[in-house]
């Protein structure tokens, strides 16, 4: 037989040897309610200045989390999941919430002076206590019996541990005279 002939055809016998949803169906989506029994790992967060900040100043959020693979049990078979940032958020505790696609650093890695707005730093309104959850967000891929990496259907977001900021006013004094010689002048 001819197989460039137009009649000429074969029957995929792949299809009829492997069960719809099986690990070696090549039309199986797995998406992210799937990954229920293997979860993305949790962020590691901080913040600065630790813990407080000032009412109208930038308080810097930072948050890290790292590709990784987990094993588990997907649709009922063995699997690795592997799990690649894709972005960070932070709802504030003062109904504002933050996404970026960093999960930025502290002020001195970033080589800026404390207060120094970045594109992961919040500003309060208001004093108050509030608490922050972090979040990062992972692309997913799995796969069965090492086989090649597929592509999870939606995305996985992950909050990391919850923290309380301190917000507080803070005001400037000037002063009429050295503190350090007269301690008791207006103002020391």
């Known amino acids: 037989m001819d197989v460039n002939d137009p009649l000429y055809f074969t029957r995929d016998t792949f299809g009829s040897e492997c069960p719809v949803g099986a690990p070696c169906d090549p039309g199986l989506v797995v998406r992210v309610g799937d990954l229920v029994n293997i979860p993305a790992g949790t962020p590691t967060s901080g913040m600065e200045p630790n813990g407080w900040a000032i009412v109208g100043l930038p308080a810097n959020f930072y948050s890290r989390a790292e590709a990784h693979v987990r094993s588990g049990v997907l649709l009922g078979y063995l699997a690795e999941v ?37 594109a992961t730093s919040h500003v309060y309104g208001e004093s108050g206590s509030f608490v922050v959850t972090p979040r990062a967000l992972y692309t997913a891929e799995f796969r069965f019996n090492s086989g090649a990496w597929r592509t999870v259907a939606g995305t ?28 008791q002048a207006p103002g020391c």
């Open 82 to 118: 592997r799990f690649t940032p894709l972005g960070f958020g932070w709802a504030y505790g003062d109904g504002s919430h933050g996404r970026t696609g960093t999960g930025g650093a502290s002020w001195a890695a970033q080589g800026r002076a404390e207060f120094d707005e970045t």
């Open 156 to 183: 996985v977001s992950v909050a990391g541990p919850a923290f309380t900021v301190v917000v507080g006013q803070a005001k400037t004094l000037l002063v009429g005279s050295d503190c350090r010689g007269k301690p």
